[in-house]
């Protein structure tokens, strides 16, 4: 009997990704992962008010992702298709709206996460990524487009999870007068600020002298920024470690830049430019106030969660 496949697609506020695995031989990884892929789509504009709203543009240009995904993943034949999403439509007034168009295309329900469950299925795929050495405890942090996560581990143990209205979109849209030109100080200020606020009244409290594992897009294009410098051309190769000055440092060289300007950086795509610079601010604050000079990052967020999850409950009933 073959193994089972099971399709994820993942909408997050600012991409849309597809991860494609295969329960893992014994011995060896938890999952084969047969094809990944990310689009670029902004759902989430509007996310900054006060009562946010998809807008049919958003919702449109989501729905043809998710079909093009759902075109790539079908030489695999999944046994199984999982659609989630997190902040941008969790928050969304209409979002029972673009719950309907996606089922209209897929052909199976979309699951809004919880917060809480996002933060659990994150912290359920980052622990199958080979690059933590099987560490038992860490502190998760995972940006977003809508929000922030932050997930402590103890003894392998989820013990604590927020979930913050701190995403790179939301914060741009709240902060930045002008997106697309230069990130100023007062801006910079403003976003550290709110970052700063919302951490220290979640009490979420992170693990003194501990391991900080960063997820999200804004943590992968500043690894591939970083990589890219360095000389590393495959992803594979992309040492994982990022420290708090170089991210700093690059947070310095982009700021006074237009978007347009950032979009010529190698590894900074355009449809992330706008939002780059919020992202790196809350990035360091959240290093700070973590008191680490560095995050370790990781590809393996909540699809593989997800993935995961899902495969562990299918031996359950096997």
Not at 148 to 159: D, Y
Not at 209 to 214: E, R, S, T, Y
Request: hydrophobic fraction near 45%.
């Amino acid at each position: 009997m073959s193994d089972p496949v099971l399709a994820v697609i993942d909408i997050g506020s600012n991409s849309i990704k597809l991860l494609v695995a295969a329960p893992g031989n014994a011995g060896g990884p938890e999952l084969r992962v047969l094809l990944q892929e990310a689009l670029e789509t902004r759902i989430s504009g509007g996310i900054g008010q006060d009562q946010s709203q998809l807008s049919d543009a958003g919702m449109a240009a989501g729905v043809q992702a998710i079909a093009r995904l759902l075109e790539l993943a079908r030489p695999f034949a999944p046994t199984q298709l999982r659609i989630v999403a997190t902040s941008a439509v969790r928050d969304a007034a209409n979002r029972a709206d673009f719950t309907a168009r996606v089922q209209a295309i897929a052909g199976t329900s979309l699951e809004i996460l919880s917060g809480d469950d996002e933060a659990r299925l994150i912290a359920r795929g980052i622990q199958t990524d080979p690059a933590l050495g099987g560490a038992q405890e860490f502190c998760i942090t995972d940006l977003g487009g809508g929000s922030l996560e932050c997930i402590r581990c103890e003894s392998g143990k989820i013990t604590q999870t927020v979930s913050l209205q701190l995403g790179a979109v939301r914060l741009t849209e709240k902060f930045v007068l002008n997106p697309r030109g230069p990130f100023t100080a007062a801006a910079r200020a403003a976003v550290a600020a709110e970052t700063l606020r919302q951490l220290v009244t979640s009490d979420f409290r992170f693990i003194s002298g501990g391991l900080v594992v960063g997820t999200g897009g804004a943590f992968t294009v500043a690894r591939a920024i970083l990589a890219h410098r360095r000389g590393f051309l495959k992803k594979e190769t992309w040492p994982a470690k990022l420290a708090r000055a170089d991210l700093a440092a690059l947070l310095d060289e982009i700021s006074p830049f237009s978007a347009t300007a950032r979009a010529q950086i190698p590894k900074l795509t355009p449809e992330r430019a706008d939002i780059m610079p919020a992202a790196l601010t809350t990035i360091l604050t959240l290093l700070d106030f973590a008191e680490t000079n560095h995050a370790l990052h990781s590809f393996n967020n909540l699809r593989f969660g997800v993935a995961a999850a899902f495969f562990t409950q299918l031996r359950g009933h096997c």
